[in-house]
């Protein structure tokens, strides 16, 4: 079940677009053209609480069995802020802060995120370090 629902105004990923034309595009089965659009539309997905759209967009050599997203109601996701997208071919890397409040506590996640293209599904993500540096290589 979504936390908010899908809407045609701005889009949770901070991109000043509107949902539809932008991560509810992605949600809605088109492939994002890079990780960058991935990274948002996941993003905009962990918002949202579209658990499955998590899991397909995700590398099946390290996607988790289940997220449980629904059990996450305590976190408000504020606000992402995207460092760099450092595309290198097949493979991409991109570094992010989203902001968030827990208990009414002000927190932050900060990612250095890495995602390949497959020929069929597209961009996914593999995998992230936590509290990586915004810079380039």
């Known amino acids: ?6 809407h045609a105004g701005d889009c949770p990923c901070g991109s000043g677009q509107a949902y539809l034309s932008c991560c509810g595009r992605y949600h809605a089965g088109q492939l994002a053209p890079d ?3 991935l990274m948002r539309s996941r993003y ?3 918002v949202l609480g579209l658990e499955a759209y998590l899991l397909a967009s995700w590398a099946p050599e ?3 069995a289940s997220l449980d ?4 109601a305590s976190i408000k996701w504020l606000r992402l802020e995207v460092a760099g ?3 290198a071919g097949d493979r991409a890397e991109v570094a992010f802060t989203a902001f968030y409040k ?6 932050r996640l900060t990612e250095r995120s890495r995602f390949r293209r497959d020929p069929q599904a597209g961009w996914l993500y593999i ?3 936590l509290d990586a540096p915004d810079s380039g290589h």
Not at 1 to 6: L, T
């Open 1 to 6: 079940m979504s936390k908010r629902k899908p």
């Open 35 to 37: 990780a960058e659009a």
């Open 44 to 46: 905009s997905a962990y």
């Open 62 to 64: 390290t996607r988790p």
């Open 69 to 72: 997203v629904a059990d996450d």
């Open 85 to 87: 997208h450092f595309p």
């Open 102 to 107: 827990v208990g009414g506590k002000a927190e």
């Open 127 to 129: 995998n992230g370090d």
